[in-house]
C-alpha cells in the first residue's frame, strides 16, 4: 500500500486561505481513494471531505461545504486540501487518509480508511 505525509499547516488569521498537501508514495496513487480528516483537542477525529480515485465524485462535511475543496493530481501522487474563509473552528490536527479502491468508491468514515498520514497542525485565531 501507499505511504502518506500532509504538510501544509500553520498559524493563520480568521478569513484567511491555507492549502494543505498530501504526497503519496509506495504504489500506484491513482488506485486509491482518498479523504481529509481532523481532530480538535479533546474531540474526536471528523470527516472533512474525500474524493474517489478517479477524482471525480467527492463529499463534504456540512460544516465545510462550499469553504473547502480537496483535489489530486495524480502525476503528482499528492491529494490537496485547499480551506477558504477558515473559521477558529477549524482548528485542529488535519489528517490525509487513503484506501484502495475503484473508481466508484468514496468514503466518508475513519474506518473505512487504512493507509493514514501523520497529521498536521492547523490554528486559527480569532
Known amino acids: 500500500q501507499v505511504q502518506l505525509v500532509d504538510s501544509g499547516g500553520s498559524v493563520v488569521q480568521a478569513g484567511d486561505s491555507l492549502r494543505l498537501s498530501c504526497v503519496a508514495s509506495g504504489r500506484t496513487f491513482s488506485n486509491y481513494a482518498v479523504g481529509w480528516f481532523r481532530q480538535a483537542s479533546g474531540k474526536d477525529k471528523d470527516f472533512i471531505a474525500s474524493?474517489?480515485?478517479?477524482?471525480?465524485?467527492?463529499s463534504y462535511a456540512d460544516s465545510v461545504k462550499g469553504r473547502f475543496t480537496i483535489s489530486r493530481d495524480n502525476a503528482k501522487n499528492t491529494v490537496y486540501l485547499h480551506m477558504n474563509s477558515l473559521k477558529p473552528e477549524d482548528t485542529a490536527v488535519y489528517y490525509c487518509?487513503?484506501?484502495?479502491?475503484?473508481?466508484?468508491?468514496?468514503?466518508?468514515?475513519?474506518?473505512?480508511?487504512?493507509?493514514w498520514g501523520q497529521g498536521t497542525q492547523v490554528i486559527v485565531s480569532s
Open positions: 487518509a487513503a484506501r484502495y479502491a475503484d473508481g466508484n468508491y468514496l468514503p466518508s468514515r475513519s474506518f473505512a480508511f487504512n493507509v
Open positions: 474524493m474517489t480515485s478517479t477524482g471525480i465524485g467527492t
